[in-house]
């Protein structure tokens, strides 16, 4: 089992600023990818952001250029700076785990992003 506990939501106004983060604990593999999804009201559940170990990312094409996820893999930690936020962005932000085919999910952070 892996836990993943994800922190460093709130509200900001537009233009504003956020980082969040996400600690993993357990059976945590050396090998993962580690990624964040947003799921605002109504909507379906969406990707954000993911990264690799070896730092390989990936972004949503609303994210590009204003949001840059990282990681600490000595602390199994991955980070979400989200720059430039806009009311649009305004979700529930889960952390995800990926390792040989399992999957983990956080608990979700929301972020409230005020016009």
């Known amino acids: 089992q892996v836990q993943l506990v994800e922190s460093g939501g709130g509200l900001v106004q537009a233009g504003g600023s956020l980082t969040l983060s996400c600690a993993a604990s357990?059976?945590?593999?050396?090998?993962?990818?580690m990624g964040w999804y947003r799921q605002a009201p109504g909507k379906q559940r969406e990707l954000v952001a993911t990264?690799?170990?070896?730092?390989?990312?990936n972004y949503a094409e609303s994210v590009k250029g204003r949001f840059t996820i990282s990681r600490n893999n000595a602390a199994n930690t991955v980070y979400l700076q989200m720059n430039s936020l806009k009311p649009e962005d305004t979700a529930v932000y889960f952390c995800?785990?990926?390792?040989?085919?399992?999957?983990?999910w956080g608990k979700g952070t929301l972020v409230t992003v005020s016009s």
């Open positions: 357990g059976s945590v593999f050396s090998i993962n990818t």
């Open positions: 990264i690799t170990n070896g730092v390989s990312r």
């Open positions: 995800k785990y990926m390792s040989y085919g399992m999957n983990y």
